[in-house]
């Protein structure tokens, strides 16, 4: 039977005895009916993952220890052979979080959400934190499902120009009239990844991302759902310079 995987954002060591907090307690023992002597599998990229043993199960507390080291935090780096950065245009609805827990799944290490001038979402500074812990959510679930070790970053939503890019990266912003094709090879294994919002990039961020080395990169005739563009453009690009 497949073992539940739980991510812990605090210090994992042999031996340890960790009480859970209240939320995966929660989840453990009232929806996954774990009950003391069940294992399970515990994680966070500073210290790898781990097999662990529930010892205790109360009303609203679950205590595990950890009794086997089974991958070290070296192992989250070669998870993530390939470095890759997207930036996404805000969408409406469910799009969103969609899209951060595919590209969670596809080994993506970073996601920047923007404000585009064709874009329809604006986020007023109230709602913004909690966006980003309820996307951080859905991340360390995508991770747990799918055997990742390290959670990607999700930053606070900036308009292009804002955007500051490392110098030594791989640029491509997917646009439907664009011309140029991803490579068949990259000298760096770090990836900038753009992609619009429902209503496409407007003329003026087209231009700014080639005055930032952005080559302007179609995937071919269709044009692709916000939601569905990033999920098959880094399906391609870990295909052919990643892990996949």
């Known amino acids: 039977m497949r073992l539940s995987r739980v991510y812990l954002d605090s210090p994992l060591a042999l031996s340890a005895v960790i009480s859970l907090p209240k939320e995966i307690a929660h989840y453990l023992s009232n929806v996954l009916r774990l009950r003391a002597d069940d294992e399970l599998l515990v994680f966070n990229s500073e210290q790898g993952e781990f097999l662990a043993r529930v010892t205790s199960v109360a009303k609203r507390a679950v205590d595990i220890e950890l009794f086997e080291k089974i991958r070290g935090a070296h192992d989250a780096a070669k998870q993530n ?137 179609a995937l071919g005739s269709r044009i692709l759902r916000t939601e569905t563009a990033p999920v098959a453009a880094l399906a391609i690009l870990q295909h052919k310079y990643g892990d996949m």
């Open 81 to 217: 052979a390939l470095s890759i950065h997207l930036i996404l245009g805000l969408s409406r609805g469910d799009r969103m979080d969609f899209a951060v827990q595919k590209s969670t799944e596809l080994g993506v290490t970073e996601i920047t959400p923007i404000y585009t001038e064709y874009g329809e979402v604006r986020l007023k500074a109230d709602r913004i934190e909690k966006k980003l812990q309820h996307w951080q959510k859905i991340a360390i679930s995508a991770c747990e499902q799918s055997g990742r070790l390290d959670v990607p970053a999700i930053h606070k939503p900036l308009s292009v120009p804002e955007l500051s890019l490392c110098e030594h990266a791989h640029k491509w912003m997917l646009e439907p009239s664009g011309s140029d094709a991803l490579p068949q090879s990259i000298a760096e294994k770090n990836c900038v990844l753009l992609v619009g919002p429902e209503g496409g990039f407007s003329a003026d961020e087209i231009d700014w991302a080639r005055s930032n080395d952005f080559q302007i990169v």
